[in-house]
């Protein structure tokens, strides 16, 4: 059987021996007719691979032939499937929220703080934040006082953003990020968190600001949501620490990872993951505050498989 | 068609112009025509807009800026500034709201200061009366028929309504008041240091709070948005100053006062957990269109008290809404046009909304279904029709339409007559597709009886899975017939098949009532004879 995720290419290649499923089926012998597919089957991969080779040689004497493979064979994923956006890659116009932030080149001062009655990972998941977000802080959460009272205290001191961490069972299930003075709100789900100590061969990070790495925020929320992330982060990396977090976003799924490069040749870049992983989906964007409704997610758009809102 | 939306983002003005059908989300789809004007940033984005009669029969739009200015812009391109008031808030203030009524334009800002322009009078500039009615105000309207009734209301603030008692219509004064040309004028106080320029108000009327909750607390007031409905009722002297009103709450309530019933309301119905943002009036007297702070926007029956139907599609909050009734368009179309040119306009209806998804769409009030979805690029803050009909929109382009659709039909039975059954799969994805894209249709759709069917089964695959099966079962029919009457016939069969079943069942009921225990036994009958015991044994 074709693994998972290799399923829908190799419906489409037509190898040189293709596999006779059907004269198989009337050897009545289990035993035999497993050897006989066996045998096939050895038969299609050896000729697999030589028509490999043979390829790589007429395309190392004739590169046209291998740009030309590559330009025709675009194998098709969900990705280049995607219904079509008419949001996809047009300028904002006007002025957003964060407009003021940027302009005024306001260094970040970021709250950090968790759901009422946490009590496991989310102080884990603090303390990476804090290592994260330059110019953060982390302060406890009591049972007084709700987000947007929050938020007012946030504003009083200063602060440009607020994060909130929430947690359940003891599991880190979401992040909140509010924009201050004046929102937006977006709530993300987060799922697959690993700590710098599960991944092996991590490095240990330093106190410089990192460079922002935002992939694939196309769409008109998603350059919202994109100009969030840029909003936490200071707007001059320090270029010395070497450290890159990266935002990747893929169908719709954000995933979050932290690495450090190194210039082991002149060629090549190694990199070292610093840690921590986690993958984040947008749920809503509230305008101000936890207000008015600006996008929510809904059951119903997980059914369309190639629509994608980021 | 073609509607005015301001942009929250810019802080300008756009017109769009857009034939009906138009879905900028599908590939392909016709563009729609929009031009930006006016743009002074996002710190004066328009509060409110409305459209404005001038006084040499032109059409203008006026908008009530953030930062206290109101400007009054041409319609057509270049769409020229005809005027501008400036300093009409304090700072923090805002306006909620910009009313045009007979040629007299009101803007009030959210801490109670109204002011009244002549737009019909020569003299715009000078002519600009003004009042304090308080604050805090969050919804304002003015009578549709009478320019000197207005309604207010806030946050902790009831509704109230006055009458603005020292001005005169041109009627009432016999056209002997000091400015000639100006239909409307200020009667000069009679008593007090009053400046000749303000307004003196008049309370006809004051809501009350509705009673305590069941835990005997006060029920907070938030009051979003104030209509007047049933404005055209037969007036006379008595139930002159009675007014039907509806209003929508920050806290999910809608209520209908009858303010020569009662102080309280009529009706007060929560229609959601969402604070509610905006009311518009349909073409029916007992229908209202009200959205939230959730996306949901959706008719409300006053008299049943009950949330009818939703307007779906958009992913972000309704931020306004803007009606077109047909009872308008005719009543246009009769003064412009003396008959002569054929009726073009649609018979039902329009429902623009705009908000925080960037989204113009607008719908079918009737149907509710999506007459066009257009990509604006900004957050909506306000919004206006001002033509209902498509822009090369005709009677015979909508049939064109229609004509494409048939073609479809068409093809699809072709192609069955071809390849067997593979027809129903693609009549389904068919289907999906539409829902996916939003299905816009046409606005007429219901007008004309020869498509009605084709029409009713669409709305079935939109909705409901069984539905669904039942237009599997029609198509099935047609691929054996290929005539649309056997449907009706199969109806009608099935119809009568069920009421002999219902006359079954309620004849052994009653024999199940009388005791007998033959036949019958169906949990239906059963029931009937329990509900009798009960009563007997009451």
Same mark, same amino acid.
């Given at each position: ?310 | ?11 300008? !003005? ?39 009669? !001038? ?71 000078? !002519? ?88 005997? !607390? ?321």
């Amino acid at each position: 059987m074709p693994s998972r995720k290799t399923k829908g290419y190799k419906k489409r290649k037509t190898s040189s021996v293709s596999i006779p499923k059907d004269a198989l089926k009337s050897v009545k012998n289990k035993i035999k007719r497993e050897n006989l597919l066996a045998k096939v089957r050895d038969e299609h991969n050896i000729s697999k691979h030589k028509a490999r080779k043979e390829r790589l040689k007429m395309e190392a004497s004739d590169p046209e032939l291998k740009a030309e493979r590559l330009a025709s064979n675009i194998p098709s994923t969900i990705e280049a499937m995607r219904v079509y956006d008419e949001t996809v890659n047009v300028a904002a116009e006007g002025e957003d929220e964060f407009e003021e932030y940027f302009r005024d080149k306001k260094p970040p001062k970021v709250l950090i703080t968790t759901s009422k009655n946490a009590r496991g990972e989310a102080y884990e998941l603090s303390d990476q934040l804090i290592d994260i977000i330059p110019g953060s802080e982390f302060v406890k959460r009591g049972h007084k006082f709700s987000m947007k009272e929050i938020a007012k205290f946030c504003n009083n001191r200063e602060f440009t953003d607020l994060v909130v961490i929430s947690e359940d069972k003891k599991e880190v299930n979401g992040l909140t990020f509010v924009h201050l003075p004046n929102g937006p709100t977006m709530f993300f789900s987060l799922t697959s968190l690993r700590m710098p100590k599960q991944i092996s061969g991590h490095g240990r990070a330093t106190e410089h600001s990192p460079e922002l790495i935002l992939n694939n925020f196309s769409t008109r929320l998603g350059s919202t949501v994109g100009r969030l992330f840029q909003s936490l982060f200071p707007q001059t990396p320090e270029f010395v620490g070497r450290q890159v977090v990266t935002l990747h976003n893929q169908r719709d799924f954000i995933f979050f990872r932290r690495h450090r490069y190194v210039f082991k040749e002149t060629e090549r870049v190694g990199l070292q993951e610093l840690g921590p992983q986690f993958t984040l989906k947008l749920r809503r964007v509230q305008r101000g505050i936890a207000e008015e409704m600006e996008w929510e997610h809904r059951p119903d758009m997980d059914k369309e498989k190639h629509k994608f809102y980021l | 068609m073609r509607v005015f939306v301001a942009a929250e983002d810019s802080g300008s !003005l756009k017109d769009i112009s857009f034939s009906f059908g138009t879905n900028t989300s599908v590939k392909g789809s016709r563009a729609p025509n929009i031009t930006t004007f006016a743009s002074e940033g996002r710190s004066a984005f328009v509060q409110r807009m409305t459209l404005v009669k !001038l006084s040499d029969g032109k059409q203008g739009i006026c908008v009530a800026r953030k930062g206290g200015i109101v400007q009054l812009y041409d319609i057509d391109p270049p769409y020229a500034l005809l005027n501008e008031w400036k300093g009409q808030t304090l700072h923090g203030d805002s306006f909620v709201g910009l009313e045009h009524v007979n040629g007299i334009l009101s803007s009030v800002t959210s801490s109670g200061k109204l002011v009244m322009r002549d737009l019909q009078s020569a003299a715009t500039a000078a !002519l600009e009366y003004y009042a304090f009615i308080g604050d805090p105000v969050n919804a304002y309207r003015v009578h549709p028929n009478r320019p000197n009734i207005i309604a207010y209301a806030g946050k902790e603030r009831e509704l109230e309504i006055s009458q603005i008692t020292n001005v005169q219509t041109a009627e009432d004064a016999g056209d002997s008041s000091s400015s000639s040309s100006s239909k409307w004028c200020v009667a000069p106080p009679q008593y007090g240091p009053y400046n000749a320029h303000e307004l003196a108000l008049h309370k006809l009327w004051r809501a009350k709070n509705v009673k305590n909750d069941e835990l005997e !607390l006060r029920v907070p007031v938030w009051i979003s948005d104030i209509r007047f409905l049933d404005c055209d009722r037969a007036v006379d002297a008595q139930s002159l100053n009675d007014f039907r009103v509806a209003v929508t709450t920050r806290f999910g309530h809608i209520r209908l006062y009858e303010t020569s019933k009662s102080r309280r309301p009529l009706v007060n119905v929560e229609v959601g957990e969402h604070p509610l943002v905006a009311l518009a009036p349909t073409a029916k007297e007992n229908e209202v269109v009200f959205c939230d702070t959730h996306a949901v926007t959706a008719k409300f029956d006053v008299t049943t008290g009950r949330k009818n139907s939703h307007f779906s599609g958009s992913t972000g909050s309704t931020l306004c809404l803007d009606t077109l009734l047909p009872s308008k368009i005719k009543e246009e179309e009769e003064e412009e046009g003396d008959g002569a040119a054929p009726s073009t306009s649609a018979d039902v209806g329009l429902l623009a909304t705009g908000g925080l998804d960037r989204y113009l769409h607008v719908y079918n009030l009737e149907t509710r279904q999506l007459v066009g979805k257009v990509y604006v690029g900004t957050k909506l803050s306000a919004i206006s029709i001002v033509d209902g009909q498509s822009t090369d929109g005709t009677v015979s382009e909508r049939e064109s339409e229609y004509e494409d659709e048939d073609g479809k039909k068409m093809k699809v039975k072709d192609e069955e007559d071809a390849a067997g059954g593979k027809r129903f799969k693609k009549r389904k994805t068919g289907g999906e597709e539409g829902e996916d894209n939003g299905s816009v249709s046409d606005p007429g759709s219901t007008a004309s009886s020869a498509n009605a069917k084709h029409v009713r089964f669409e709305n079935g695959s939109e909705e409901e899975d069984d539905e669904e099966e039942d237009e599997e079962a029609v198509w099935r029919m047609l691929g054996e017939d290929g005539d649309l009457e056997t449907i009706e016939i199969k109806a009608d069969d099935d119809d009568v098949e069920d009421d002999e079943e219902e006359e079954e069942r309620g004849a052994s009921s009653e024999s199940a009532a009388r005791g007998s225990q033959s036949a019958g036994g169906s949990s239906r009958s059963r029931s009937g004879r329990r509900s009798r015991t009960a009563s007997r044994r009451r």
